[in-house]
């Protein structure tokens, strides 16, 4: 098995599944997003609107923890889904 | 501030910490192997920890005291550009997502306890390795003194610093006290006393903070009216600076300083040699996944964390120094018993990271310094012995550094550490996808980020120091103000970049790899992880 994965991840065009499938693009996705988000500070910059008396700046941001957190655990979860198939796929 | 010690906090204070102590000597036992004087027993804990004993033992280790005290103060000195350790830990999770499980792999293989180890096999390079470690003993040094400035703080609220005429031995007591223990645990009990006392620790935590942030806006009249004292004192005039004191929201000139701040953080937080030692005592690959997905929890703890500045500004809390300005706002606030309860919390949050970084450290120093320089033909005993004495060694050099120096010199240098720790990153990180770059084009590399950050922020002044006043200058080419870290990384990976393409052209040699693409996906269990691991361990002269 670890053969066949570092085949994969060092030398696509060897492998027998492409290196990007849709589901690694998605996988992608979901941890590049908090990049694009809070890293445009000028996105959230503003007090209003403001929540139980919290500025709109403290609040957007702490509710990217909760948000992030959901998309790791999607990636996580597809990640391991992506990792079972291949395996299976490798005939272990 | 000093109007006599507070008794009921003292106490509880006190009980705590003697329990911790306790806990810390039976660490030893927890969990105990058959072979425990290697440095695998010692330094990692065995590589034997599950995914709820990492994540407290990670979230003990990053989320540190001097973060708890600091990331407040900053808010109350300044406001919103306080605010970007937010964003900063939660991006920290993507990225170890994408790298860490890599780098536990590779280590498990063969038998890694420090990233400079990896470094010197993946690129068959002494001298990158050494500077690898060197930059990682130098960047942690100044982090352990930062935990002792965070005890500091507490020992003075609760009135046991004594005032300016004290004699200094009485004044430094209680901390040489507190930092006597910890050395002693660390020496008997390695990786597992921090561990075990970081349930404690984390625990006590997650408690002040839920109580903080609905007790304390309660009697303050809710966050409409936080917000609106903290906004009223924002906008005086500074009197230093002849601008407002801050604002509760960064304006556009800020904008490029927060989000390079934050992303720059976020690259070094796991190029630290302590966060990789708490990575590598894992059991598995997966742990290490599963834990991007639970540890965001500490992050929403600092974000609320950090509005306790806003609070303290809101309660009128004047203090001289920032670092002061929360455990004043506990004292205040809190019955004395809960208020000690909450010093016990940052107490012990000072030791659990400390202890790791000193653990962390001293194994840098004998597998990358004392084996591949003094003894290559050290045995797994001696290693452990070493980097037992070491640890010792960092701590008492931190407390020497705490006591005798200014603790500006500690933040300048906590500051420098973490621009260059982030020079580490290209060799680390790159190493673990590509062998595409050169070792040597690295190496130089690291010293012009090196040199470039140290100057830059050498030449930073701010309304109190000349030098080092701060960790953000103006971008060359862009003209923005951001962070130097950030700015001598990209320089950094352009000269590594420009210098591979020449080292390839000349045909330079390039080194050996011991490594093999499948090591970097093994996990526990595959076929010949243990096996190597075991191997390694028992003195194979592989390197």
Same mark, same amino acid.
């Given at each position: 098995?670890?053969? #066949?994965?570092?085949?994969? @991840? @060092? ?8 290196? #990007?499938?849709?589901?690694?693009? #998605? ?20 007090? @209003? ?17 909760? #948000? ?25 | ?36 004087? /290697? ?61 860490? &499980? ?22 068959? /390079? ?10 990682? +003993? ?56 921090? %561990? ?46 002849? %601008? ?17 701040? %934050? ?42 964390? %950090? ?9 009128? +809390? ?40 000193? +653990? ?65 990153? &290209? ?48 971008? &060359? ?40 693409? /499948? ?25």
């Amino acid at each position: 098995m670890s053969d #066949v994965s570092g085949v994969r @991840e @060092e030398k696509p065009a060897a492998s027998r599944r492409p290196l #990007v499938t849709p589901v690694r693009v #998605v996988i992608a996705v979901c941890l590049v997003a908090p990049f694009v988000a809070l890293l445009w500070v000028g996105s959230y910059a503003k007090t @209003e609107p403001v929540f139980i008396g919290i500025p709109f700046f403290y609040w957007y941001q702490m509710a990217w923890v909760l #948000v992030s957190t959901g998309l790791t655990m999607i990636a996580y979860q597809l990640w391991q889904r992506d990792q079972r198939a291949r395996a299976g796929g490798a005939s272990r | 501030m000093t109007d006599g010690v507070n008794g009921v906090a003292l106490t509880v204070f006190i009980l705590f910490f003697v329990a911790v102590t306790v806990m810390g000597f039976l660490a030893a036992r927890w969990r105990k192997a058959e072979n425990e004087h /290697s440095l695998d027993e010692w330094g990692l804990g065995g590589r034997s920890f599950g995914t709820w004993v990492t994540w407290f033992l990670l979230g003990g280790d990053l989320y540190t005291a001097y973060t708890f005290v600091a990331v407040p103060a900053a808010i109350y000195a300044a406001g919103a550009a306080g605010f970007f350790a937010v964003p900063y830990t939660i991006l920290v999770y993507p990225l170890i997502f994408t790298f860490l &499980p890599r780098l536990w792999s590779v280590s498990h293989r063969h038998g890694y306890v420090t990233t400079s180890d990896f470094v010197r096999g993946r690129f068959g /390079s002494k001298g990158l390795s050494l500077a690898v470690a060197l930059t990682g +003993i130098l960047a942690t040094m100044p982090y352990i003194a930062l935990q002792l400035v965070g005890i500091q703080a507490v020992l003075d609220v609760m009135g046991l610093g004594g005032g300016e005429n004290t004699n200094w031995f009485i004044k430094d007591l209680p901390l040489l006290l507190a930092f006597g223990v910890l050395a002693a645990y660390t020496y008997s009990s390695g990786l597992r006393a921090p %561990a075990l006392i970081a349930f404690v620790k984390d625990t006590l935590i997650y408690l002040v903070i839920a109580v903080a942030i609905i007790y304390i806006p309660i009697k303050l009249g809710g966050f409409d009216d936080i917000f609106a004292k903290a906004g009223e004192a924002f906008a005086q005039t500074n009197p230093a600076t002849g %601008a407002p004191r801050g604002a509760l929201v960064p304006g556009e000139a800020g904008q490029w300083g927060y989000a390079t701040l %934050a992303l720059g953080s976020a690259l070094a937080l796991f190029m630290y040699p302590h966060s990789i030692t708490a990575t590598l005592s894992s059991r598995s690959r997966d742990v290490i996944r599963r834990n991007t997905t639970i540890l965001p929890l500490y992050s929403l703890m600092l974000g609320l964390l %950090a509005l306790l500045g806003f609070m303290a500004i809101a309660a009128g +809390i004047e203090v001289d120094n920032g670092q002061l300005a929360i455990p004043q706002l506990f004292e205040n606030m809190f019955p004395d018993w809960f208020a000690g309860v909450a010093f016990a919390a940052i107490g012990i949050g000072a030791l659990v990271p400390a202890a790791i970084m000193s +653990i962390a450290a001293a194994n840098l120093f004998t597998r990358n310094i004392y084996k591949d320089f003094i003894r290559p033909d050290a045995t797994p005993a001696q290693e452990t012995k070493v980097s037992k004495v070491v640890s010792l060694l960092v701590k008492v050099g931190a407390l020497v550094f705490v006591l005798s120096m200014d603790k500006t010199v500690a933040i300048n240098f906590q500051l420098l550490g973490g621009i260059w720790i982030l020079q580490t990153m &290209p060799a680390l990180v790159g190493g673990l996808f590509t062998r595409w770059f050169h070792r040597w084009a690295l190496l130089v590399g690291w010293g012009v980020g090196m040199l470039y950050g140290t100057a830059a922020a050498y030449g930073v002044a701010s309304p109190t120091q000349k030098h080092f006043g701060g960790s953000s200058a103006e971008i &060359p080419g862009i003209g923005e103000i951001g962070y130097i870290g950030l700015t001598a990384f990209v320089l950094n990976v352009v000269v590594t970049v420009v210098l591979t393409f020449f080292m390839r052209a000349v045909k330079a040699p390039e080194g050996v790899d011991e490594t093999s693409p /499948s090591d970097y996906t093994a996990d526990a269990g595959d076929p010949g992880v243990r096996v190597e691991l075991a191997k390694e361990t028992s003195g194979d002269p592989v390197h």
